[in-house]
């Protein structure tokens, strides 16, 4: 029985240069999730890295955080203590 000579394990570098991941994009610049095969970057998690970015921030970056903004209600203590 022939073997196959493509060594498509999970651990495999081969895997990511099978034509199966595509290469990062530049939003992923920075990311610890990037691994470098035969001088291109792709990403661990996704096949897709432009996927992830276009819906806002990749929910798996490492190098960027979602922005919280916190706004702060200042409440007449009057009508507050009204309240139920
Ligand atoms: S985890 Fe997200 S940001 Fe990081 S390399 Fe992958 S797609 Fe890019």
Known sequence: ?????????PGSTALYSSGFFNPV??????C????E???AKYCKSYAIPEAKWKL???N???HVKPEIKVVTVKINPLKASKRG
Do not use: L, P, Y
């Open 25 to 30: 994009t530049e939003q992923c610049e920075g």
């Open 1 to 9: 029985m022939a073997k196959n000579t493509t060594n498509t394990e």
């Open 32 to 35: 610890d999730r990037i691994i």
């Open 60 to 62: 798996f970056a490492t």
């Open 37 to 39: 095969v035969e001088s």
């Open 56 to 58: 806002g921030i990749c």
